[in-house]
């Protein structure tokens, strides 16, 4: 049987990342090695979790004793293995079938010009999909159950070729959470690499569709910072202002304005320390991410109106 990598990051939610991990363990026709990636949880659930893995020659559990942030904490754990492809998955998600993994081989096997995979994700509870991790334009949603290149894939789980990650960066750990597969995802492409959504491969994602995120806790700080970073670090183009001055409004219009305020500055700072040229994308890397994305966004103006003057959720 093939071998996958899967990493699980863990930090408490003892249930629900069992539940993440017996549900990889039950996958068919397929060889998993799960790197559990623990980042200072409490200290019954690394016992826990050192008492099942144990269990299992397939299973690793990598304690860090502190959060490393999302890109952190993945690094670590894809640098682990050696399995041709890593896939990564939530503590809070399961795959909808156990025949996932070897789909995503197979479809890796298919199409050799694929850096990384996107899924299907939707709500565990509703069945519906799941906007929080539809991180493509909204007017593809539509499509959600086709195929088509994007220029993204959402963290709640995707899967990488490792030739391709090998010859990234692999994720940029200062940004410590949110926007990191964007990130990595533009320098696969910058790479002459697709990446491609699969609905074939579904995953449930236990978010429950009542709950509002919590945004008092730097969420938005990380949102709008790392935006604004990447647009650079990628176009170094002079709409950098506009986003900027967007994610600034978004903040004040979503009544989180000290949020809005670090980031900007922080974003500013980011931007005077990239010196790095050689992060820019190439004209073939541009009119892809305008292909497969920009072009479905719309006007700068509908733009404003959908995504500054809209309400977090």
């Known amino acids: 049987m093939k071998p996958v990598d899967v990493v699980v990051l ?73 399995a041709p492809y890593v896939v990564s998955i939530d503590n809070d998600a399961i795959f909808a079938s156990d025949e996932a993994l070897i789909k995503i081989v197979n479809r890796f096997e298919m199409s050799s010009e694929a850096g990384a995979l996107a899924f299907r994700i939707k709500n565990y509870f509703t069945g519906q999909d799941d906007l929080t991790a539809w991180v493509y334009p909204r007017s593809l949603l539509p499509r959600s159950g086709s195929i088509f290149k994007t220029a993204c894939f959402a963290g709640c789980a995707h899967a990488l070729r490792r030739e391709v990650l090998e010859q990234t960066n692999w994720y940029e750990e ?49 949102l709008a910072r790392n935006a604004v970073y990447l647009h650079y670090k990628y176009f170094r183009s002079p709409d950098t202002v506009l986003i900027l ?17 670090r980031a900007t500055v922080d974003a500013l700072k980011m931007m005077v320390y990239t010196h790095d040229r050689s992060t820019i994308l190439t004209k073939q890397a541009r009119e892809y991410v305008y292909e497969h994305e920009l072009r479905y966004r719309g006007s700068l103006w509908m733009r404003f109106r959908s995504e500054v003057l809209h309400r977090l959720p």
């Open 10 to 82: 863990s930090l408490n939610r003892q249930q629900l990342i069992f539940e993440t991990i017996n549900n990889i363990l039950q996958q068919k026709n397929i060889d998993p090695h799960i790197w559990i990636v623990d980042q200072g949880s409490e200290p019954p659930v690394v016992n826990a979790l050192r008492s099942f893995s144990n269990q299992y020659a397939n299973i690793h559990l990598l304690e860090m004793g502190k959060n490393l942030g999302v890109p952190g904490g993945r690094n670590v754990g894809m640098r682990q293995g050696t």
């Open 174 to 222: 200062q940004l410590f959470f949110n926007w990191e597969e964007r990130d990595l995802a533009y320098q696969i492409i910058n790479r002459g690499y697709s990446i491609e959504y699969h609905p074939e491969v579904e995953v449930l994602h236990k978010i429950s569709p009542d709950v509002r995120r919590d945004w008092s806790n730097d969420r938005f700080y990380y």
């Open 245 to 261: 001055v967007g994610y600034f409004l978004k903040g004040l219009y979503n009544k989180v304005p000290q949020q809005a305020l």
